[in-house]
């Protein structure tokens, strides 16, 4: 199993929730977040004070699939996410030991 | 009428005492229902400026771990002051007293019945209306010292500094004192010197004997809601048609004038901030707006009958550069913690306009016998006397409090908590369930 975390822009959520949805996945995991990259942040003026804002919102996706759907759903998040423009975030994927389904006690690919 | 317009406040009191009769309204001993409704009406009006104003332009201004202690000390100052004015603070301002503060021969109005009239409206209206005068004043402090001073102290604080700095300063100018119509002769029609520069000089005092806020000129710390801050704003310029025009104690053509005034120098004081910060900053910020608003309500508050339409905009365009520059430049070049520039809006907006009140004083509103530039020397004489006294009383009891409270500040953790949980164990945006 992998897990794929995806921290995307957040008006992408919709887009990258369809293409999942499109490609088989049946649950995730969202959590509004916050960070910085090549984008940096941006200043802000108060009554004379400048500050320098680093931290801008953005959407954690996070979902767990089996070994074999991981590159495309992937791509598909990649396709989903992607405006061409600096920010549009990152992709991260991960193996994962094991999975718990908490109501029946399945376990493994089974639980997902 | 001259006597009338020249003498603010309570000199309108003197005025009916000597039995003058003011053209086209009622006679001086007489209850006229037309002012009395008037000012029953500015009295709300001046308590609005309070709550919420002055608590939502400040509240929003701090971050959102304080803003409860900011509505807080606001609701608390129309608590005890409320009280302490009537029981006291009335008879010290307005009683028969010295050049310096009023005697205690009004305690808890004592001397007064439902048919003792303060000029042309009921000494009960007289009363609250200087009440909500009394409330806000140290109030408008709250800003300086925001974010860094437990509740206990502060409570003591402002209990202390209204009868020990308000109500002399209110009697020396409005209560037949050494600086007013009855000594001086200096010119103060609804505030400047008493509300304004004394809030706003004291405040300075308290913001440097307090100390900066922890991580100030270090970490961020900008204002947690824009929306409130115009709110606030707003409501303040709606309850200052009161505080201004009310202060005719009557419903006559003087307060049409002041009424007119103050919100002309206020539009003035908008359009002149918004353009100076576009050229200067590139972007015009809302924020910059609402603090000019207020900068123009204070410029034009002791000068508000004394000045025409035309000299109104000269007051609203002078107080706009005046306090622009000490807000955006000379606050971060000092580098001193006036956190949400009591000092650069009141102090020096009130002074400006009590200097003001002297150089664009209409022909009409000139007290007989005095030249044009004479009358500016007194303003000037009246803003020195105001701007040392202020402060120097604010430390004097400041030092005392330390004395018995120990630090005026919560210690380092609870400052990083918020006073919000650390002084009233709440929180103001509670995360839904």
């Not at chain 2, 809030?199 to 961020?220: D, V, W």
């Not at chain 2, 803003?383 to 400041?398: H, K, M, S």
Request: proline residues 4%; hydrophobic residues 50%; aromatic residues 8%.
């Amino acid at each position: 199993m992998k897990k794929i975390e995806a921290i995307i822009k957040p008006f992408k959520l919709d887009e990258v929730r369809e293409a999942l949805s499109e490609a088989g996945v049946s649950g995730l995991t969202v959590t509004e977040s916050k960070g910085f990259g090549r984008q940096k942040g941006h200043t802000e003026h108060y009554r004379g004070a400048e500050y320098q804002v680093d931290f801008l919102p953005k959407i954690r996706v996070e979902v767990v699939v089996r070994d074999d759907q991981a590159d495309a759903i992937v791509a598909k998040i990649a396709e989903a996410a992607n405006t061409q423009k600096i920010g549009d975030g990152k992709i991260f994927v991960m193996d994962v030991a094991d999975a718990v389904r908490i109501r029946t006690g399945e376990r493994g690919e089974a639980a997902l | 009428m001259r006597n009338g317009i020249s003498l603010a406040g309570a000199g309108r009191l003197v005025a009916a005492t000597a039995a003058l009769v003011t053209a086209g309204s009622a006679s001086a001993d007489e209850l006229s229902a037309g002012d009395t409704a008037w000012m029953m009406t500015s009295t709300a009006l001046v308590l609005l400026m309070t709550l919420p104003g002055l608590a939502l332009f400040y509240g929003g201004l701090v971050r959102s771990k304080n803003v409860l202690s900011i509505l807080m000390q606001c609701l608390i100052s129309a608590g005890l002051v409320g009280v302490l004015w009537v029981v006291v603070g009335y008879s010290l301002s307005f009683g028969d007293g010295n050049a310096f503060v009023g005697g205690l021969d009004k305690l808890l109005l004592g001397h007064a019945t439902p048919e003792s009239l303060s000029g042309t409206i009921p000494e009960y209206v007289f009363v609250m209306f200087q009440g909500m005068f009394a409330i806000i004043t140290p109030a408008l402090m709250i800003g300086a010292f925001a974010e860094r001073m437990r509740f206990a102290p502060y409570f003591a604080f402002i209990a202390i500094w209204v009868l020990v700095v308000y109500c002399p300063l209110a009697h020396m100018v409005w209560g037949g004192g050494m600086i007013g119509g009855d000594g001086w002769g200096a010119l103060d029609f609804a505030g400047g010197l008493v509300v304004h520069m004394s809030s706003g000089f004291s405040a300075i005092a308290a913001a440097l004997f307090l100390g900066p806020r922890k991580g100030h000129l270090k970490q961020p710390m900008p204002p947690h809601s824009l929306p409130l801050v115009v709110i606030g704003a707003s409501l303040l310029w709606v309850g200052w048609f009161g505080f201004n025009a009310g202060s005719q104690l009557a419903a006559d053509g003087t307060a049409g004038l002041a009424f007119l005034t103050t919100s002309t120098a206020t539009s003035t004081a908008v359009l002149t901030w918004v353009i100076v910060e576009w050229l200067h900053q590139g972007k015009p910020t809302v924020l910059g707006a609402a603090t000019a608003a207020v900068a123009g309500l204070v410029s034009i508050t002791p000068a508000c009958a004394f000045v025409t339409p035309g000299g109104s905009i000269l007051v609203g365009l002078g107080g706009a550069v005046i306090c622009y520059v000490f807000v955006m430049i000379v606050k971060p070049a000092a580098g001193y913690d006036d956190s949400l520039d009591v000092f650069g809006v009141h102090g020096i907006g009130g002074a400006w306009g009590a200097l003001a009140t002297g150089l664009f004083i209409a022909p009409f509103a000139l007290p007989e016998g005095t030249s044009h530039g004479a009358q500016i020397l007194i303003q000037l004489k009246s803003i020195g006397f105001t701007a040392v006294f202020a402060p120097v009383a604010t430390l004097v009891i400041l030092f005392a409090l330390r004395a018995v409270f120990g630090s005026l500040r919560p210690t380092g953790e609870n400052e990083s908590v918020g006073l919000d949980q650390s002084e009233h164990n709440e929180s103001a945006y509670i995360e839904a369930a």
